[in-house]
Structures are given as C-alpha cells and as structure tokens.
C-alpha cells in the first residue's frame, strides 16, 4: 500500500515539474501588437518587396516605350576586302582590265524618327496602364498580406488561450488528486478513487503538450509571414476576448467598391480598348524621318593617312499608306474585339462569385456570433457545475466521476468559446480583404 502510494505521488509530481512553465526574462521577447505585426510584414516580406519590384519594373517598361517617340541615332562601320577583282573589257580585242580596290571602308550614323504614327502614340497610353496595372496587384498583395497576417496573429491568440484551457485543467486534475490523495491517507476514500484521480492527471498531460505544440508553430507562421528570423522570441499582445467589440459591432457596408480583383478588372478592360484603337491605327498612314551621314573610302594598302574619305548624306521622309494586307489588320480587329467581350464574361462571373463570397463571410460572421453568446452561458453554466462537483466531493456527497464530467464539460463550453470568436475574426478579415481595405499604419 505504501509503495503504490509512493509512486503514484512520485509520477504526479514529476508530471507538474515537466509541464511547469519555463522561467524567461521579459526582456527576451518582443511584445508585438497587430498594429507592429502587420507594420513588419509589409515591410519585410519577400511577397511585398517583388511587388514593389514589378512596379519598378513596368515603370522601366513605359520609359522605354516613350523612347520610340524620340529619334533614334546609330553608328555603323563596315569593312570590305575584295578577293577577285571585277574585270572590264574594252572593244573586241579580248583584253580586260581589273577595277576596284583591294580594301573598301565605309562607316557614318543614321538617324530614324517617327513622325505621324497613331498606333505607336496609342501603344504609349497601354504602357501606362501596364504600371497602373502593377500598382494595382501590388495593392491586392498587400491587402492578402493583412488577412494572412491578421489571421497568424488570432491563430497565436487562439493557441495561447487554448493552452490556458488545457493547463487549468491540468492544475485541477493535479488538485483534484492531492485532495484525493488526502483523503485516502486518513482511510476516507478508495485506492480505485486515488487512481482515478492519477489516470486523470496522466490523460490530461498529452493535450497541454500539444496546445504547447500548436502555440509554437502559430508562433513560426507569424514570424514567417512578418519576414523576420524564426529564432526571434515574440509575444502578441491582449488575448481573444479583446475582439469581442469587434464582434458586438454591426456588420455593414457589404459593397465590393474597394475589391482589388475588380480593379485590375477595370484596368485590364481599358487596356483591351485601346488595343482595339491600336488594332485601328494599324489602317493609318504613318510617316517617318530619316537622315544618314556617311564617309567611305577605297585603297589597296592600309595607309590610313593617305585614303581619301568622300563623305555624303542624305536626308528624307517616308510614307507608308496600308492599302491591302489579305485581311489581316480586320481579322485582328476582331479578335481584339472578342478579347474585350471574353474579358467582360470573366469580371461579371468573377464578380458574381465574389458577391458570393461576400454573403458567405457575412453569414460565418452572423453564426459565429450566435455561438459566441451561446457560448459565453455555457461557459459560466459550466463553471459553476464544476464548482458544485468539487464542493459535493469534498463532503462526500459526490463522486470523481461528476468532477470529471463537469470538467469536460466546462473544457469544451470554453474551447468553443475562443474558436467562436477566432472565427468570427477569420470571416472578419476575408470580409476586410474583399472589400479591399488597407492598412493605414499605427
């Protein structure tokens, strides 16, 4: 009888050292807010910075469709040596003679620079877009970033008060069985009772050790997702029942105005019409300016001082009026126009699914606040059944199995509690990102 009791003491009491918490100074981690976390991430992240990065360069892209716009000036040389002389007769005599030099040099520049060209000035108004275009995605990633980021951060707050269930009701499996353990020493309980009460201790170490589990890989996903090194000690500020304003808040203003998605719509739609103004300007004239200045020179030494360099340019205008090409600038007319109309095909069935989207979010947002409040009278319902269940047996007038009952029941009651409101802040943040709202800094 005393060895069981000795080693049931022995094995709970190196339970409670291993699940007690590690001691770490406060200056070791860094206490974050939603506020700092979402700062850091659109700042750090490598998903923001290519974004930037593609801003940078179509803007690269549009200065360089500009230059057409400007003349266009290249040098060129030439070197030419001859192999077999031409050979030139005179009369019948049969007799020739060779013509032409051994060497032959040529170099100058050119000069080339449209005059009307609507197309090419049309095509300038797409480059433009195409940075507008890119401002735009960049946005959208920025806007995705702050649900991922928002959501890492509830997961950690999830976590962290998930483990405070797991770890209270550890603390009272523990009391619970000192009490037991009480009890059984002045005779007033069973050994099954004391038993029991150990088993209970033993069954409720697994799921603090996972809570623990989950609370780090929240941990990781949020440093991952804010771009710092995953060694950094962090800590997130306020806890789950901090949002609960939020929840008690209407829920408005369901309007798809600021949708990134719809945007880039929008952009890309105007691109495609005035693709199909390029597509037209390909039936124009269009006129060009050209110029070259050239020096040549011919000798069968290479004496460069003695050669005679002849300069001459010439400078003039060309015109180019499309009369015929088989069909094919009003065939690409047409697939220009089919582009156009396959585009607004796609924004009204996207459209269509985001508004589904929407209503979907919104109805999440209505069910977890219903379960939120059921929730929070289950919570204090279960807590007091608790209490009642302990207090019974401490009189003898109830058993372990009623305290094990009423702590289940109160575990889960405040489980459900924080994944209400962890889902409610899920839906809450998608809501935000269809909706296109931004993060403006602290």
Same mark, same amino acid.
Not at 24 to 53: R, V, Y
């Given at each position: 009888?005393?060895?069981?009791?000795?080693?049931?003491?022995?094995s709970?009491?190196?339970?409670v050292?291993?699940?007690?918490?590690?001691?770490?100074?406060a200056q070791d981690?860094?206490?974050?807010?939603l506020e700092?976390?979402?700062?850091?991430?659109?700042s750090?992240?490598?998903?923001?910075?290519?974004?930037d990065?593609?801003?940078?360069?179509?803007?690269?892209?549009k200065?360089g469709?500009y230059?057409?716009?400007y003349p266009?000036?290249d040098?060129?040389?030439? #070197?030419q040596?001859?192999?077999?002389?031409? /050979?030139?007769? %005179?009369g019948?005599s049969? $007799?020739g003679m060779? +013509?032409g030099m051994n060497?032959s040099?040529?170099?100058?520049?050119?000069?080339?620079?449209p005059v009307?060209?609507?197309?090419?000035w049309?095509?300038?108004?797409?480059?433009a877009?195409?940075?507008?275009?890119?401002?735009?995605?960049?946005?959208?990633?920025?806007i995705?970033?702050?649900e991922q980021?928002?959501?890492a951060y509830?997961a950690?707050l999830?976590?962290?008060?998930?483990h405070k269930? #797991?770890?209270?009701?550890?603390?009272?499996a /523990?009391e619970? %069985?000192?009490?037991?353990? $009480?009890?059984?020493? +002045?005779g007033?309980?069973?050994?099954y009772?004391?038993?029991s009460a150990?088993?209970t201790v033993?069954?409720?170490?697994?799921?603090v050790y996972d809570?623990?589990?989950?609370l780090?890989?929240?941990?990781?996903?949020?440093?991952?997702l804010?771009g710092v090194?995953?060694?950094m000690?962090i800590?997130?500020?306020?806890?789950?029942?901090?949002?609960?304003?939020v929840?008690?808040g209407?829920?408005?203003?369901?309007?798809l105005?600021?949708?990134?998605t719809m945007?880039?719509f929008?952009?890309?739609?105007?691109q495609?019409?005035?693709m199909?103004?390029v597509?037209?300007?390909?039936?124009?004239p269009?006129?060009?300016?050209?110029g070259?200045l050239?020096?040549?020179?011919?000798?069968?030494t290479y004496k460069f001082?003695?050669y005679?360099?002849?300069?001459?340019?010439t400078a003039?205008?060309?015109l180019?009026i499309?009369?015929f090409a088989?069909?094919?600038?009003?065939?690409?007319l047409k697939?220009?126009?089919?582009?156009?109309?396959?585009?607004?095909?796609?924004r009204?069935?996207?459209?269509?699914?985001?508004?589904?989207?929407?209503?979907?979010?919104?109805s999440l947002?209505?069910?977890?606040k219903?379960?939120l409040?059921?929730?929070?009278?289950s919570?204090d319902q279960a807590?007091r059944g608790?209490?009642?269940a302990?207090?019974?047996y401490e009189?003898?007038g109830g058993?372990?199995?009623e305290i094990n009952d009423?702590?289940?029941?109160l575990?889960r009651?405040m489980?459900t509690?924080?994944q209400?409101?962890?889902n409610?802040?899920?839906?809450?943040?998608?809501?935000d990102?269809?909706?296109g709202k931004?993060?403006?800094?602290k």
């Amino acid at each position: 009888m005393n060895l069981t009791k000795t080693l049931l003491t022995l094995s709970v009491t190196a339970s409670v050292v291993l699940l007690a918490p590690a001691r770490s100074s406060a200056q070791d981690k860094t206490l974050l807010t939603l506020e700092d976390a979402l700062e850091i991430a659109l700042s750090e992240n490598p998903t923001i910075k290519i974004a930037d990065k593609e801003i940078e360069k179509t803007g690269y892209a549009k200065k360089g469709t500009y230059a057409a716009l400007y003349p266009q000036i290249d040098a060129s040389a030439a #070197y030419q040596r001859t192999i077999k002389k031409q /050979v030139m007769y %005179f009369g019948d005599s049969g $007799q020739g003679m060779e +013509v032409g030099m051994n060497n032959s040099w040529n170099g100058g520049f050119n000069l080339s620079m449209p005059v009307v060209n609507v197309g090419l000035w049309k095509s300038l108004k797409i480059s433009a877009m195409d940075v507008e275009l890119a401002v735009e995605k960049a946005r959208s990633s920025r806007i995705d970033m702050i649900e991922q980021v928002s959501n890492a951060y509830c997961a950690v707050l999830l976590a962290a008060e998930n483990h405070k269930v #797991y770890k209270e009701i550890y603390d009272n499996a /523990v009391e619970n %069985f000192s009490n037991v353990k $009480q009890k059984f020493d +002045v005779g007033k309980v069973s050994e099954y009772d004391l038993i029991s009460a150990e088993v209970t201790v033993k069954n409720a170490e697994p799921n603090v050790y996972d809570a623990e589990n989950n609370l780090r890989i929240a941990h990781w996903q949020l440093k991952a997702l804010m771009g710092v090194s995953l060694d950094m000690e962090i800590e997130c500020a306020g806890n789950l029942k901090d949002y609960e304003t939020v929840i008690s808040g209407p829920i408005d203003n369901l309007s798809l105005k600021g949708n990134s998605t719809m945007a880039q719509f929008e952009i890309q739609r105007r691109q495609l019409d005035k693709m199909v103004e390029v597509t037209k300007a390909s039936n124009y004239p269009t006129l060009n300016l050209s110029g070259n200045l050239q020096w040549s020179a011919m000798d069968n030494t290479y004496k460069f001082g003695k050669y005679r360099w002849t300069p001459y340019s010439t400078a003039g205008l060309s015109l180019n009026i499309p009369i015929f090409a088989g069909g094919k600038r009003r065939f690409d007319l047409k697939q220009a126009r089919v582009d156009v109309e396959t585009l607004e095909l796609q924004r009204l069935n996207t459209e269509r699914s985001l508004n589904v989207e929407v209503l979907r979010q919104t109805s999440l947002m209505q069910t977890s606040k219903r379960q939120l409040e059921a929730a929070r009278s289950s919570v204090d319902q279960a807590q007091r059944g608790y209490d009642i269940a302990v207090k019974r047996y401490e009189v003898g007038g109830g058993t372990l199995l009623e305290i094990n009952d009423s702590q289940l029941a109160l575990s889960r009651a405040m489980l459900t509690l924080n994944q209400s409101i962890y889902n409610y802040m899920v839906a809450h943040n998608a809501l935000d990102r269809l909706q296109g709202k931004e993060f403006n800094g602290k």
